[in-house]
């Protein structure tokens, strides 16, 4: 689950059923990000005082594919796009498997997808306890895990997952927020959410969800920009049959199927824009 407290929590707008469209319209009264309630100053911090739990209370996991180029007269691929979980496992619930799907691989088995979009570098931190997973959460801006931040600052483009509540993005119960400081990106995800029936709200409008600060390794790209997205607890519960540690990977929903092939295929068509070229 999403814990309330994690930032400030906003009035909840229209419970109301409205479309993606709408929802950019929406108005709230404005919260401010916080890591008041965080134990944990930055991830070096957690990883000193919590010193041989790794693999027990939390974890990392993370995949850099390999690129080479020994030829002199010809040019190899290079990636372009990183897809982060910063808050996976049990702090912000499904965005582990989220991050996996945008990334390319099936949840459970990790299989490669085969929907013609390729696939992605992906970094996740998740909590692993039982309970109380939210004590392991580090605010986005004080991240300073140095494959995290090598992996942003080695790409032209980061979408990073992030779970909040519904009265946190003053939103209908299932939507996403989209934000992050790439304009372009976010103006392809929400066409694709809106493709695909995702209600959706712009970070612009939701201060405390916007993924604006710099600090934050969505935005400590090539390209000083990237793509963030809030998921609501009803969104993220609506993607598995099953919505446990043990259970989700293996039963996901067509919700789930929707909204990483919306992100997927934002994703592709970003790529393709003139400040992706790798010269």
């Known amino acids: ?6 930032r400030t929590v906003l009035t909840a707008l229209a419970t109301a059923a409205v479309s993606g469209p709408l929802l950019g319209s929406l108005t709230a009264t404005p919260a401010h990000a916080t ?6 100053t930055s991830n070096t911090d957690l990883y000193k005082k919590l010193a041989g739990q790794e693999g027990v209370e939390f974890a990392r996991r993370y995949k850099r594919h390999e690129y080479a180029d020994h030829s002199t007269p010809q040019r190899y691929p290079y990636n372009r796009t990183t897809v982060m979980a910063l808050h996976g496992g049990g702090i912000e619930t499904g965005t582990s498997e989220v991050c996996l799907g945008i990334a390319g691989y099936h949840p459970a088995t990790l299989a490669p997808l085969q929907d013609g979009h390729g696939v ?72 694709e959410f809106d ?17 604006v600060n710099p600090a934050n390794p969505v935005n400590r790209t090539m390209l000083s920009k990237g793509g ?13 049959t099953n919505n446990t540690r043990a259970g989700r990977a293996g039963s996901t929903t067509p919700v789930f199927d929707r909204f990483v092939g919306a992100c997927r295929a934002a994703i592709s068509k970003l790529e393709q824009g003139t400040d992706q070229v790798i010269l």
């Open 35 to 40: 890591d008041d309630l965080d134990i944990y």
């Open 1 to 6: 689950m999403t814990f309330t407290h994690r």
């Open 195 to 211: 493709q695909v029936g995702i209600a959706w709200r712009d970070g612009n409008e939701t201060p405390d969800l916007a993924g």
């Open 228 to 240: 963030q997205l809030e998921l609501t607890t009803e969104l993220r519960a609506a993607m598995f």
């Open 120 to 191: 992605h570098d992906y970094w996740m931190f998740e909590g692993l306890r039982s309970s109380g997973n939210r004590d392991l959460h580090v605010t986005a801006k004080n991240c300073d895990d140095h494959v995290a931040i090598s992996m942003a600052a080695g790409s032209l483009n980061v979408l990073s997952l992030h779970g909040c509540t519904a009265a946190q993005a003053g939103t209908v119960p299932q939507a996403v927020v989209v934000g992050g400081l790439n304009t372009r990106f976010k103006t392809l995800l929400k066409a």
